[in-house]
């Protein structure tokens, strides 16, 4: 089974942003050494996806697992939350549908009913609006890396490794820096494209996104499966966050054509990757 080819962006919290009880499991887990590599989990998952088989009459038993990264004053920790993740979507497209015998073609009423009744899960995060969609520790893109991603990153944090045997390019970042980062990217777009701007939305999204979890928290854009996309040498001379930053730059001091032509690189280059999918 092959690596997936996509990019994550994920948070990893102190144990102080869980619960007691989940934060004792963390903590018990990162004792153990039991965090899944950021290489590996991708693939781990989806072998426990495919090992379930279909959706019948109950929830896939994916494991409870999370990546674990060392911080200043102890483990930091980005729970996978596969299985209420499921849930959700299924709840979501239960709901969603008005024909009830359409919904179940899809969904049985039982895994309907089990998706309903475990909920967004205790590791999750909402904003304190009233049926506020629940907010997960990673966000995954197949065969691209989203721009509002480069936002919250510079080149300075990258950490590249290209070997014949492994492939990894990842930026770390702490909160608090990408949370300013993506205020300001955000406002430099709404004054300059409109708050309507389907960019500066996203943006703002990414913002709120930010804003649900610990203050401490370490923010991670990984490349993933991508870094065998694209060869090495078009590894070691990445600069998207760089475009995306000098696009920023241009667009704050009213240089449209410099920032139109930032932007275009970008989309040139992450073109070509996106084209591969239809040859894979």
Same mark, same amino acid.
């Given at each position: 089974?092959?690596?997936?080819?996509?990019?994550?962006?994920?948070?990893?919290?102190?144990?102080? !942003?869980?619960?007691?009880?989940?934060?004792?499991?963390?903590?018990?887990?990162?004792?153990?050494?039991?965090?899944?590599?950021?290489?590996?989990? +991708?693939?781990?998952?989806?072998?426990?996806?495919?090992?379930? #088989?279909?959706? #019948?009459?109950?929830?896939? +038993?994916?494991?409870?697992?999370?990546?674990? *990264?060392?911080?200043?004053?102890?483990?930091?920790?980005?729970?996978?939350?596969?299985?209420?993740?499921?849930?959700?979507?299924?709840?979501?497209?239960?709901?969603?549908? $008005?024909?009830?015998?359409?919904?179940? !073609?899809? *969904?049985?009423?039982?895994? !309907?009913?089990?998706?309903?009744?475990?909920?967004?899960? +205790?590791?999750?995060?909402?904003?304190?609006?009233?049926?506020?969609?629940?907010?997960?520790?990673?966000?995954?893109?197949?065969?691209?890396? +989203?721009?509002?991603?480069?936002?919250?990153?510079?080149?300075?944090?990258?950490?590249?490794?290209?070997?014949?045997?492994?492939?990894?390019?990842?930026?770390?970042? $702490?909160?608090?820096?990408?949370?300013?980062?993506?205020?300001?990217?955000?406002?430099?777009?709404?004054?300059?494209?409109?708050?309507? $701007?389907?960019?500066?939305?996203?943006? @703002?999204?990414?913002?709120?996104?930010?804003?649900?979890?610990?203050?401490?928290?370490?923010?991670?854009?990984?490349?993933?499966?991508?870094?065998?996309?694209?060869?090495?040498?078009?590894?070691?001379?990445?600069?998207?966050?760089? &475009?995306?930053?000098?696009?920023? *730059?241009?667009?704050?001091?009213?240089?449209?054509?410099?920032?139109?032509?930032?932007?275009?690189?970008?989309?040139?280059?992450? @073109?070509?990757?996106? &084209?591969?999918?239809?040859?894979?």
């Amino acid at each position: 089974m092959t690596v997936p080819f996509a990019a994550y962006f994920r948070v990893y919290e102190p144990l102080a !942003a869980f619960t007691a009880e989940r934060a004792q499991r963390w903590r018990r887990y990162a004792g153990e050494d039991r965090g899944v590599p950021t290489e590996l989990g +991708p693939l781990q998952q989806r072998q426990e996806l495919y090992e379930s #088989g279909a959706l #019948g009459t109950k929830l896939p +038993p994916v494991s409870d697992e999370a990546y674990v *990264i060392a911080g200043d004053d102890g483990p930091l920790i980005c729970p996978w939350q596969v299985r209420p993740r499921i849930a959700q979507a299924i709840y979501k497209l239960a709901a969603a549908s $008005n024909n009830a015998r359409l919904a179940e !073609a899809f *969904i049985s009423a039982e895994v !309907a009913a089990e998706a309903a009744a475990l909920g967004p899960g +205790p590791d999750s995060r909402s904003t304190d609006e009233i049926d506020a969609e629940p907010m997960w520790h990673e966000h995954v893109a197949t065969w691209h890396v +989203p721009v509002r991603w480069f936002v919250c990153v510079e080149a300075a944090e990258q950490e590249l490794v290209v070997t014949d045997e492994r492939r990894l390019l990842r930026y770390r970042v $702490n909160m608090a820096k990408a949370r300013h980062r993506a205020h300001k990217a955000h406002a430099v777009l709404r004054a300059s494209l409109g708050a309507d $701007n389907p960019v500066a939305e996203s943006t @703002r999204d990414l913002t709120e996104w930010l804003a649900v979890f610990h203050p401490r928290s370490i923010v991670e854009l990984d490349y993933g499966g991508l870094a065998w996309v694209l060869s090495a040498d078009e590894l070691r001379t990445d600069d998207s966050p760089q &475009l995306v930053h000098d696009g920023l *730059i241009a667009l704050a001091r009213g240089d449209i054509a410099s920032a139109g032509r930032s932007y275009e690189r970008l989309m040139r280059r992450w @073109r070509q990757v996106r &084209l591969l999918e239809r040859s894979n």
